[in-house]
Nanobody
Framework: QVQLVESGGGLVQAGGTLRLSCAAS????????MAWFRQAPGKERESVAA????????FYTDPVKGRFAISRDNAKDTVFLQMYTLKPEDTAVYYC?????????????????????WGQGTQVTVSS
């Protein structure tokens, strides 16, 4: 059973930065593709970024491309999401997710169906 715990969310002004972390346990982290999703109130959960097992190949969705950076540290079983130039529309609960059936890379927008383990989420609020 894989467990994922996110941290690092909070309140930030527009233009600011935040770094989210997701610590994994209970499995072989280095075998998994990983991703970050987010869900704003009243909206569906959407993917933000994904990373292959090695950390060398990453994928970003258009709304965050050039502003967010996903990375991972397999020695620490942790995946990160560095967020720059935050906008009010980035406000959401951010979730990390593990794909234990596929190590990556991701060439298309990841869907929730591809990921079988999820964290509890961390709130990111960007004020204007």
């Amino acid at each position: 059973q894989v467990q994922l715990v996110e941290s690092g969310g909070g309140l930030v002004q527009a233009g600011g930065t935040l770094r989210l972390s997701c610590a994994a346990s209970g499995g072989v982290f280095s075998n998994y593709g990983m991703a970050w999703f987010r869900q704003a109130p009243g909206k569906e959960r959407e993917s933000v970024a994904a990373i292959d097992w090695s950390g060398e190949r990453v994928f970003y969705t258009d709304p965050v491309k050039g502003r967010f950076a996903i990375s991972r540290d397999n020695a620490k079983d942790t995946v990160f999401l560095q967020m720059y130039t935050l906008k009010p529309e980035d406000t959401a609960v951010y979730y990390c997710a593990a794909d234990t059936d596929y190590s990556g890379p991701y060439y298309d927008t990841p869907t929730t169906y591809q990921f079988d383990y999820w964290g509890q989420g961390t709130q990111v609020t960007v004020s204007s």
